[in-house]
């Protein structure tokens, strides 16, 4: 490998990202209360990236280079004008400007490391990664306004997986899985998740998919969050998008309303699950859980984020010895599909579709941006 191959290793072109990952999209880059005082260094979509907190508490995202000998910034320090890299000195604003370089009184103009746009949003943070470096955000984040609402406290936490990212949402899509991985906390009867009638539908990049399970058994978790009888009446409700799942959870009392009534009673665990990936093979999943508390009983939500915290070491632990094996024996190609992976292959067309359609975009120059979109509609129609 050549020198310049070596130190561009980490830097693939803007036509290898597009035929990598969905771009012009805002993806989850963690949680608002992760900046403080201090820098934040984490790789998104091949990208190292910083993110820190002006004093005036703004959130920011630069390059994790510095343009000078390239340490990282996140080894830099925050003070009030920016982020000072903590080699030789060289201070940058929010915007990637190099605002003072110690010793030289003249900063070059290209003196700058690119900047990326952060959001806090609803407590999480959302960054946006552009098809093209410096191009701005064409939406505004997705909204989660379920952290906020009165009727929930949540916590929260986050993974770094050895493993690529859609293998996390091929997980998250079939909870049939719950009741072989997750006996400890929110399994249940394994038979009854496995017949469970489940609903998969599609609407644009979406996909839901949705089980009820009259007649269960409640798990551990909801027995110690709520004072459940011998059996429950229990749903799923899982909507994915390209950057994230929200996960709809719960039981109530056999018969105390329709599992599809939205203003059912009982008990309610509602995920979200920001899945971002670092590389093509590594994966950041950022996840929080917001869950409802019985009048009756002391708060019980240290015990719910526990269990859930629990539960998800777990599918890390089911998820990272299936990719290991994978890179021994195959991928997905060699892959038997069964009834319950309804809606991890659709959200695979989906994330397969838009990346389609980028290759489709950048190779006719002619082809406007709502004919790539109508590609991508179709393929998940
Ligand atoms: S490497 Fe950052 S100032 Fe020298
Ligand atoms: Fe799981």
Redesign the pocket.
Known sequence: MTACAAACADAPSDETLARRYPLDRWYVAGFADELKDQPLGRRFLDQPVVMFRTPDGQVAALEDR??????P?SR?TLEGQGLR??????LFDALGRCLEIPGQPKVPTKARVRAYHLREKDHILWIWMPRQAGTAPICEPPDYPVHDDPRYRFGHGSYHYNAPWQLIHDNLLDLSHLGYVHLKTIGGNARLHMNAPTRVSSEGLGVTVVRHMAGSTPPPTYRAAWPFGETCDRWQEIVFQPSHLAIWTGAMAPGEAALDDPARGGFHMRGFHGITPESETTAHYFWSMSANRHPDLPDTLSTVIEQTRFTFDEDKGVIESQWAAMQRSGGPSAWVDIHTDAGGVRARRVISGLIAAQQVAAGAADLSPSAAAGAVDGVVA
């Open positions: 510095c343009c000078h000998r390239s340490l910034l830099g890299c903590g080699y030789h000195g060289l």
